[in-house]
């Protein structure tokens, strides 16, 4: 049943998914990618400082052995000022490496996935203290494929050193007869070499290794089309619950608009089908307005409404259908139709007697 439902995730992960994994810390990463920074950095501060740090923390060594006869530690105070001056020699020693390997591991988990700071992920999960949990995800699929890369690298890399150092295996015996100096400087080339080279190969496998987190990454975040439909409802709403709401916006502005039908001065008609109400203020209008419109069922109520309330009625065609075209409620009639408009303005005033002002 649970392999049915891991099936039927078909579809891609839509952006609020991924933000949601993103602020829970479930990121595509790969742990190899930062140690692999972290090692080729390391390799370039040995191969750049190396020669410094090696001879003055020998010096220093040197200068503590020649004085250690005059060594007197009589009490607790001098032995912390020795400690601490030891330790604070190592420490600038060993400063350089300390911020490159910082440095490194840090680069190696932003330009995976960026910066990314998850108190959820940080937050306490008492449910791995569960034994039974702990033993599941021991024996998972996951844990094996993990055993598997684990075994595959270690492989992998001892190979690859052992490729390396077989062509000196013979120079070894020889050493015997070198000085201390050739020793040490025959064991940093071998070491460097085998360093060097591990390293490239570490490249190769990080490489594989992010390029398969991200496929798992992508498939575990992949939905059902369920889960897909209940997002769309949950960040857009139920489109039953939309249409209703759009349904009741739509009343409410037609219960506006039918209420300003008896502020009308005429209802230009089709006159069957179409009804538009003008309304025209010249103190405070630079034309006239659209204050109702519709067709049908709302053409004939505001026919009604206009009749109850002694707003003339008057029918022109072209003029209806023009209106109820291009103007919305609320605007003013466009330019090229004032001229239509102002005849059936005057046509309406002198039916009343009052002298037109537009």
Not at 204 to 212: K, P, R
Request: glycine share 4%; proline share 4%; charged share 20%.
């Amino acid at each position: 049943m649970a392999e049915n439902s891991y099936q039927d995730r078909t579809e891609k992960a839509t952006p609020k998914r991924r933000q949601d994994a993103r602020k829970k810390g479930q990121v595509a990463q790969s742990r190899e990618v930062p140690s692999v920074m972290i090692l080729l950095m390391s390799l370039g501060v040995f191969f750049f400082a190396g020669s410094w740090m090696f001879w003055n923390l020998a010096g220093y060594m040197s200068d503590t052995l020649r004085s250690s006869a005059q060594f007197l530690i009589a009490d607790i105070p001098d032995a912390t000022v020795l400690v601490l001056q030891t330790a604070r020699t190592i420490f600038k020693i060993l400063l350089p490496l300390l911020l490159v390997v910082f440095a490194a591991g840090l680069a190696g988990n932003v330009i995976q996935s960026g910066f990314l700071l998850s108190s959820e992920a940080l937050a306490p999960k008492w449910t791995k203290l569960n034994p039974a949990s702990g033993l599941k995800r021991l024996f998972s699929l996951r844990s094996l494929v993990e055993l598997a890369k684990s075994i595959a690298k270690i492989l992998f890399v001892a190979t690859v050193a052992y490729l390396m150092i077989k062509q000196d295996l013979d120079l070894i015996p020889t050493l015997t007869r070198q000085s201390v100096l050739d020793i040490f400087a025959f064991a940093a080339r071998v070491a460097f070499k085998i360093c060097f080279n591990v390293c490239l190969a570490l490249v190769l496998l990080a490489i594989l290794d992010y390029a398969y987190q991200r496929w798992e990454h992508e498939k575990s975040l992949k939905m059902t089309k369920q889960e897909v439909k209940d997002e769309n409802k949950q960040t857009e709403g139920d489109p039953k619950v939309k249409a209703r709401i759009r349904s009741i916006q739509m009343e409410t502005a037609r219960q506006r608009m039918m209420a300003a039908v008896p502020e009308a001065d005429v209802v230009i008609t089709n006159p069957t089908h179409l009804a538009v109400a003008l309304r025209f203020d010249a103190a405070r209008m630079v034309a006239p307005q659209v204050i109702a419109k519709g067709a049908g069922y709302v053409a004939e109520r505001i026919k009604q409404i206009a009749a109850e309330n002694d707003v003339p009625l008057v029918e022109d065609k072209p003029l209806a259908r023009a209106l109820h075209k291009i103007v919305e409620v609320g605007n003013t009639i466009p330019a090229d139709l004032y001229k239509a408009v102002a005849e059936v303005l005057a046509y309406v005033y002198r039916l009343r007697g009052i002298r037109p002002t537009m």
